[in-house]
């Protein structure tokens, strides 16, 4: 069973930093991509990073110069470090991989963390 688990929300003041962490494990085989989502009420999710297996980066405009992704493959994991935190930052954040089973042939299988709040306060 694979599994995704996500840590690091939480409530921070306007300019604040949050780093979210999220580790896979499991019986797993290779992770490829791997990359950040939000959510908030009424709205649908979106990519806030993505980090690909090579290495390659690539983060939303909104994003972009604040949050920075990252990968410690040998520990199977993903990390969204966010500086200078925005009211409209707030959501909930998900991890997201594509992981290929220890049991699998070469089928990559698309998993989700259960998400984890982070509010920014004005």
């Known amino acids: 069973q694979v599994q995704l688990v996500e840590s690091g929300g939480g409530l921070v003041q306007t300019g604040g930093s949050l780093r979210l962490s999220c580790a896979a494990s499991?019986?797993?085989?290779?992770?490829?991509?791997m990359d950040w989502y939000r959510q908030t009420p009424g709205k649908q999710r979106e990519r806030v990073a993505v980090?690909?297996?090579?290495?390659?980066?690539d983060y939303a405009d909104s994003a972009k110069g604040r949050f920075t992704i990252s990968r410690d493959n040998a520990k199977k994991m993903v990390y969204l470090q966010m500086n200078s935190l925005k009211p409209e930052d707030t959501a909930v954040y998900y991890c997201?991989?594509?992981?290929?089973?220890?049991?699998?042939?070469?089928?990559?299988?698309?998993?989700w963390g259960q998400g984890t709040q982070v509010t920014v306060s004005s």
């Open positions: 997201h991989a594509n992981i290929r089973p220890l049991l699998s042939s070469t089928r990559e299988y698309s998993y």
């Open positions: 499991g019986s797993i085989f290779s992770i490829s991509l």
């Open positions: 980090i690909t297996g090579g290495g390659n980066i």
